[in-house]
């Protein structure tokens, strides 16, 4: 079955520079890749996703890049905010698998003022 | 619109007692699924149900059953509680049954076993 291994577990970053997390995933199948942000307290919510039939998506200060022949795929955020601290999943999803993804293991990301 | 609405938000059991987290979504969406969040291990998918009348197996369904009760509710019922299902259950729904859309997630309900 389908394996997401995501990278860093923690990040930290001063407030305006650019934080990138990285997951890549077994399954050649894999074809929508989703990310979720969970505040503290809070169940995840989504911020970005991406198909397989897109190298790249943009959402003001949030990009998505995937590269499907290296199997993996980034989140890249720039100029971070103290409110981007949160941890943030990766997941993959197979076409006909009936919506169910999995999930990386999440990176915890700090953003310092 | 209140989403995805889970009861209760905590519950503490002793070993071998029995519960059931609720689920309820006002969204009219067809999928419903319950995963469980532990530390430093992701979100794992217990059950899902694609449509009314249908549930399935992910990837940790030991000790678990699920009911869904119509189209707004997927509960799940934990029969004989045990100290390694203490963890923070969330309930989630999405509007497509085939294909993969936005999961939406409700805020968790935090169980502890003793």
């Known amino acids: 079955g389908e394996n997401v291994e995501q990278h860093p577990s923690t990040l930290s970053v001063q407030e305006g520079d650019s934080a990138v997390i990285k997951c890549t995933y077994s399954?050649?199948?894999?074809?929508?890749f989703p990310w979720y942000k969970q505040e503290l307290g809070k169940g995840p919510q989504l911020i970005i996703d991406?198909?397989?039939?897109?190298g790249e998506k943009k959402d003001q200060r949030i990009a998505v890049t995937l590269n499907k022949t290296a199997k993996h795929f980034s989140l890249h955020i720039t100029e971070t905010q103290p409110e981007d601290s949160a941890v943030y999943f990766c997941?993959?999803?197979?076409?006909?698998?009936?919506?169910?993804?999995?999930f990386g293991k999440g990176t915890k990301l700090s953003v310092k003022p | 619109n209140a989403g995805v609405t889970q009861t209760p938000k905590f519950q503490v059991l002793k070993t071998g007692q029995s519960m059931t987290l609720q689920c309820a979504q006002d969204?009219?969406?067809?999928?419903m699924y319950w995963y469980r969040q532990d530390p430093g291990m992701g979100l794992r998918l217990i059950y899902y149900?694609?449509?009314?009348?249908?549930?399935d197996k992910g990837e940790v369904p030991n000790g678990y059953n699920v009911s869904r009760l119509n189209k707004r509710e997927f509960s799940l019922r934990l029969e004989s509680a045990a100290p390694s299902q203490t963890s923070v259950y969330f309930c989630?729904?999405?509007?497509?049954?085939?294909?993969?859309?936005?999961?939406?997630f409700g805020e968790g309900s935090r169980l502890t076993v003793l």
């Open positions: 989630a729904s999405t509007r497509r049954g085939e294909d993969t859309g936005e999961l939406f």
């Open positions: 399954d050649s199948a894999s074809n929508y």
């Open positions: 991406i198909r397989s039939n897109v």
């Open positions: 997941a993959a999803s197979i076409k006909g698998s009936q919506g169910n993804l999995i």
């Open positions: 969204m009219n969406h067809n999928s």
């Open positions: 149900s694609a449509s009314e009348g249908t549930t």
